[in-house]
């Protein structure tokens, strides 16, 4: 097939890039580059020895894209262009809507005038908000999160609504747990601008020596040890997974959940980094994180029985590849 994919620089769309043309797939990225590099694409070329074409364009400019599209006749388009950092989301909310918003809208109009019927979606387990775990598919979405959530929560109420009315196109919402680690090569990754905000790439700082120590947000949450459960998934297993779900020739608006459906604490997490990689990771547990919940890992059924995708790496391959 022939996909467009929006943000397909950016950590997780390049390593879906790269597991779409080792499935034999022709791939046009866009990308703005307000997160990524352009480099990342000689080092997709790198990894696959496989072309793909790159247009520097933003997701939401309408006329780039019809171009683009009639150009191509593209075949689906996989759509990870967006913002995802949940504080600044909070601090400069308009920029996320705009964005995130636009970019969904624009897609999707362009979708339909161009009869383009496959079109894949990042959403995020964090629409779950603090539902309980094992989260599936039909567990209802939280009412109110924060501008980023809320951008994932209404993107995929545009894009059923917008299905349901023009059902020539086929719409696949997948709902990323917590995305880490790296592909083997080591040429792509994770790269966040500024202090990450998540764990993973902080741990991976410290072990840098970038920063001195990790602060672990509160022990004292209802979990195995005290600290926050959640489900981390290889991105590359994740990568995967928008292949399965492209492949699956699914029609309507379909939901599904990509974690592994097992939920490992922030101690357990850094002890498996410390063993596996053979580093010390001095922490200090501080107080809890504003908007953290305790637990949230993934019921993954749905996507093994309908997509026949599961997540294959565990824990330690994760934390050797990050
Ligand atoms: P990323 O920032 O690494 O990648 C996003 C890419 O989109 C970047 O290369 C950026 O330059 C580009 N971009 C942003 N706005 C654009 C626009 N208007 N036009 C063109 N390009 C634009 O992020 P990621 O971690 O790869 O996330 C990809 C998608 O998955 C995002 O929609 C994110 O919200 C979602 N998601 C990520 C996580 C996670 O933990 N990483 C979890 C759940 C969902
Ligand atoms: C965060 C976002 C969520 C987003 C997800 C993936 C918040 C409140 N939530 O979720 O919306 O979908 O990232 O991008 O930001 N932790 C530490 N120290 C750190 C960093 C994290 O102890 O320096 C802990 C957290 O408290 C949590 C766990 O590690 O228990 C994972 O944190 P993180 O990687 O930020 O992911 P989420 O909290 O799941």
């Not at 602060?215 to 997974?241: E, Q």
Request: aromatic letters at 8%; proline letters at 4%.
């Amino acid at each position: 097939m022939k996909i467009l994919v929006t943000g397909g620089l950016g950590y997780i769309g390049s390593h879906t890039v790269v597991e779409l043309l080792e499935k034999g797939h022709e791939v046009v990225i866009i990308d703005n580059l307000y997160n990524s590099q352009k480099a990342t694409h000689d080092k997709i070329t790198a990894i696959t020895h496989k072309p793909s074409t790159f247009v520097k364009m933003d997701a939401t400019n309408y006329e780039g894209l019809k171009q683009l599209c009639k150009k191509h006749q593209f075949d689906g388009i996989i759509h990870f262009a967006g913002y995802k950092a949940v504080g600044e989301s909070v601090a400069k909310p308009l920029m996320y809507y705009y964005n995130n918003l636009l970019s969904t809208i624009t897609l999707a109009r362009v979708a339909i005038e161009e009869g383009i019927n496959k079109f894949i979606f990042s959403s995020s387990a964090t629409v779950y908000g603090d539902g309980v775990s094992p989260l599936n598919e039909e567990a209802p979405l939280m009412e109110r999160t924060n501008p980023y959530g809320e951008t994932k929560a209404m993107s995929e109420r545009i894009l059923t609504d917008v299905a349901k009315a023009n059902p020539t196109l086929n719409v696949i919402l997948l709902r990323y747990f917590n995305p880490v680690g790296a592909h083997k090569s080591g040429l792509i990754g994770e790269v966040p601008n500024g202090t990450p905000n998540n764990l993973m790439p902080y741990i991976t700082q410290v072990a840098k020596g970038l920063r001195d120590k990790l602060y672990i947000f509160g022990n004292d949450y209802p979990t195995i040890d005290g600290t926050g459960v959640r489900d981390y998934i290889h991105v590359v297993d994740l990568a995967k997974g928008h292949v399965a779900a492209l492949e699956a020739n699914k029609t309507g608006v379909n939901i599904y959940n990509l974690g592994t459906g097992k939920g490992t604490s922030v101690l357990e997490l850094v002890n498996a980094f410390m063993s596996v990689n053979k580093v010390n990771i001095p922490y200090e547990i501080t107080s809890r994180r504003a908007g953290d919940i305790a637990t949230c890992y993934a019921n993954v059924n749905k996507a093994k029985k309908e997509l026949k995708w599961e997540a294959k790496y565990n824990v330690e391959d994760m934390v050797k590849d990050a």
